[in-house]
């Protein structure tokens, strides 16, 4: 055999049968959360977390999700890298932070590091807001990097069951909206659905199921929450009920007064009127008037009168 030929055979060897023992976990690097990288890895897996920068560094340093700091010290500071290696246990899950200084002062640099410690199949995102009406994709991996599927399937919170693959495209999307994205593969060990025009059945919990070389299927589920005209806010709700049972109450009163207004109130009965009885002693006839009498005395009698 050739010194060529043996040269290529051991390249293979290599590539194919040592991948998961060199760095068989996976990592995504989300742009929509400033560049936050995620790493799913398994327990009992060996993981480097690592941080890079384009200058050389003076000093790095990583914050375990515990509050516990590790500094590193290797050669590897003047390339700009530095890393953290561990054999994963569940106490490792969560936000790792990395922090790395220059030679010449100033503000250090920061990244962010998810480490999500899964089984071998995983919801790329577990939770996931969407608009009705719009697109959404969601997925599920492997941990393990050139692990292909044997199939993928999702459970929607309503209405059938599915499997779906990479033949099925915006053009032949099952049941006319669900089919597969361009950027994923299930020989990568990618188990994902593009749902187009959101509706409101959607809204729950989906799971995914895929096949592994070992015979069985692995799954992991995805809650899907939809927001538009079909949802509101708790806040929204009791908002609008309370503004309902005012009005109610306002149309309420207004009728209980325009009813007593038209008079349908019963109004209080009138006493009974009383004649005043005449007093005793006078006359009850109205034309009785007593006239004074008057009586002209002649001058004679006057004198005689006042002679005697």
């Known amino acids: 055999m050739s010194k060529p030929i043996c040269i290529v055979l051991l390249s293979f060897f290599i590539l194919f049968n040592f991948p998961a023992s060199i760095q068989g976990y996976r990592h995504f690097i989300d742009l929509e959360t400033d560049g936050v990288e995620t790493i799913f890895a398994t327990e009992n897996e060996n993981v480097n977390i690592?941080?890079?920068?384009?200058?050389?560094?003076?000093?790095?340093?990583?914050?375990?999700p515990s509050g516990k700091r590790y500094s590193f010290s290797g050669t590897t500071l003047s390339a700009g890298h530095c890393f953290k290696n561990?054999?994963?246990?569940?106490?490792?899950?969560?936000?790792w932070r990395c922090h790395s200084g220059g030679h010449e002062t100033g503000v250090e640099i920061i990244k962010t590091i998810e480490l999500r410690v899964v089984n071998e199949v995983t919801a790329l995102w577990k939770n996931v807001t969407v608009?009705?009406?719009?697109?959404?994709?969601?997925?599920?991996?492997?941990?393990?990097?050139?692990?292909?599927?044997?199939?993928?399937?999702?459970?929607?919170?309503?209405?059938?069951?599915?499997n779906i693959a990479e033949d099925v495209t915006p053009d032949n999307a099952i049941l006319g909206r669900f089919y597969f994205p361009t950027n994923m593969s299930l020989d990568r060990g990618d188990c994902a659905v593009t749902i187009n025009n959101?509706?409101?059945?959607?809204?729950?919990?989906?799971?995914?199921?895929?096949?592994?070389?070992?015979g069985n299927e692995h799954t992991d589920t995805i809650n899907v929450k939809v927001k538009g005209i079909y949802t509101m806010s708790f806040a929204a709700a009791a908002g609008?009920?309370?503004?309902?049972?005012?009005?109610?109450?306002?149309?309420?009163?207004?009728?209980?007064?325009?009813?007593?207004?038209?008079?349908?109130?019963?109004?209080p009965t009138p006493e009974p009127a009383h004649e005043l009885e005449p007093l005793q002693g006078h006359s009850a006839r109205r034309g009785d008037v007593d006239v004074p009498e008057v009586r002209v005395v002649p001058p004679s009698e006057a004198s005689s009168s006042q002679s005697t």
């Open 50 to 64: 690592e941080c890079k920068t384009d200058v050389p560094m003076a000093y790095c340093g990583f914050v375990h």
């Open 86 to 95: 561990i054999t994963v246990t569940p106490e490792d899950d969560g936000e």
């Open 131 to 162: 608009l009705h009406a719009k697109s959404v994709s969601l997925v599920c991996l492997t941990t393990k990097r050139l692990t292909p599927l044997s199939y993928c399937r999702f459970e929607p919170p309503k209405g059938r069951p599915f």
């Open 198 to 214: 959101v509706k409101y059945d959607d809204y729950g919990t989906w799971t995914c199921g895929a096949g592994l070389d070992d």
């Open 240 to 267: 609008i009920t309370i503004v309902c049972i005012v009005i109610i109450a306002l149309i309420g009163f207004l009728a209980w007064k325009r009813r007593e207004f038209l008079g349908s109130t019963p109004r």
